[in-house]
Nanobody, 115 residues
């Protein structure tokens, strides 16, 4: 049974930083591209970033490029998202999943950035 558990969200001011983590279980973590997605109030869920199985290839959406860094620890089945220089446009619930996304989603972690 696939499970995804996100953590690390919170409330920060513009310019602040957060580190998100996601622990995956129920499938061989190191065999999959992993990604972060986010869903802002009233909007569709969108892609944020992805990382290759070995961690050597990363991709970012234009909205976060240069501010967010994705990484992974295959020994701990965990993917991270370091978020710097946050702005109110980053306010959303953040989710991890494989890329392309599978059917199972976690509960997400709320990130709120005040102006």
């Amino acid at each position: 049974q696939v499970q995804l558990v996100e953590s690390g969200g919170g409330f920060v001011q513009t310019g602040g930083s957060l580190r998100l983590a996601c622990i995956s279980s129920g499938r061989p973590f190191s065999l999959y591209y992993m990604a972060w997605y986010r869903q802002a109030p009233g909007k569709e869920r969108e892609f944020v970033s992805r990382i290759s199985q070995g961690g050597t290839v990363t991709t970012y959406s234009d909205a976060v490029k240069g501010r967010f860094t994705i990484s992974r620890d295959n020994s701990k089945d965990t993917v991270f998202l370091d978020m710097d220089n946050l702005n109110p446009g980053d306010t959303a619930v953040y989710y991890c999943n494989i890329y392309p996304p599978g059917a199972t989603w976690g509960q997400g972690t709320q990130v709120t950035v005040s102006s």
